[in-house]
């Protein structure tokens, strides 16, 4: 019997249902449910609250988030053979896990949530860092989610919070900081996944910010960030020439000087920036 429920172990789960993780879907399950457990703790009072789950597998972080208090759980998952481990889930906590067996890349989510809204994910690095993009990047503030608790790489949840200056500095951190607060709430050794991928791991909590730091358009801004640090070496006159045709001049009005490096630009700045681009 688990701690936290009165469903089998995962470990048990996962023989049952013979769900051997595949690789190409990012498989690396996490089989502890007091760790799931302390997870979902990351992502707030979720009494109350209708959970986002991406990626749930065989139902660890689900399992956690229902015990902690979720008022509802959608869960959307690509590999069907989860399914039946789900239901059994879905039936032990009676109204409250709905799942959804699809792409979260191509499905919208929004239709079967009722704010508030928390998201939580222990998800493949790719696709969370797709996602992660566009739920920072819709063109009105604030979202539709509260918070975001996910799992990373370790080496990505530091380009999330990173500062300016450091090579972990780039667009994640822009992005992520200019419309939410940041923080890496626990990391985690490859050991505690089956199967252990090769690298650790960090869990990153952001919360939404009633507005962002500094105005500007969201699309302008990530287009502008995205050119800036795909060539992060060069100076931003360099970098950003396909941006705008009198980029210097923009550069100028932002405040920024033209031969200074991506690296070394604050959000402020790089807010300023867009705007003097949208304002071309
Ligand atoms: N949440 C579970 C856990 O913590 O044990 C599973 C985590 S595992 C790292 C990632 C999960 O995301 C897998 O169950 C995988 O099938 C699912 N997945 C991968 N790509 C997906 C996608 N595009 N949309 C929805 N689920 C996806």
Avoid at 186 to 198: R, S
């Amino acid at each position: 019997m688990s701690t936290i429920d009165n469903l089998p172990p995962l470990r048990d789960v996962i023989n049952t249902h013979d769900l051997r993780a595949r690789k190409s879907l990012g498989q690396n399950f996490l089989l502890d449910l007091n760790l799931t457990a302390k997870i979902a703790r990351q992502a707030g009072d979720l009494t109350g609250c209708d959970v986002l789950e991406i990626g749930p597998g065989p139902g660890g972080l689900t399992r956690g988030l229902l015990s902690e208090g979720a008022r509802r759980v959608l869960a959307i998952e690509k590999d069907p053979r989860c399914l039946p481990a789900l239901a059994e889930i879905a039936d032990a906590y009676p109204g409250r896990l709905q799942v959804i067996e699809g792409d979260a890349l191509e499905i919208d989510p929004l239709q079967h949530l009722t704010p508030p809204i928390r998201v939580a994910a222990n998800l493949p690095y790719n696709v969370g860092t797709e996602l992660l993009v566009r739920w920072l990047t819709p063109k009105d503030w604030p979202p539709y989610w509260q918070s975001l608790t996910l799992m990373f790489q370790r080496e990505v949840a530091h380009r999330i919070v990173a500062e300016p200056g450091s090579k972990a500095y780039g667009r994640l951190a822009l992005l992520a900081q200019w419309r939410a607060d940041a923080q890496i709430v626990l990391n985690l050794p490859p050991e505690a996944f089956t199967p252990p991928p090769k690298v650790s791991s960090a869990v990153v909590h952001l919360t939404a910010l009633p507005q962002p730091r500094f105005p500007a358009d969201a699309a302008v801004l990530n287009r502008v960030v995205a050119a800036a640090f795909n060539q992060r070496r060069k100076m931003l006159r360099a970098a950003l020439k396909g941006v705008a045709p009198d980029i210097e001049d923009r550069l100028l009005a932002a405040g920024i000087q033209p031969t200074e490096r991506a690296e070394q630009v604050s959000l402020e700045a790089f807010c300023a920036l867009a705007r003097a681009v949208a304002a071309a």
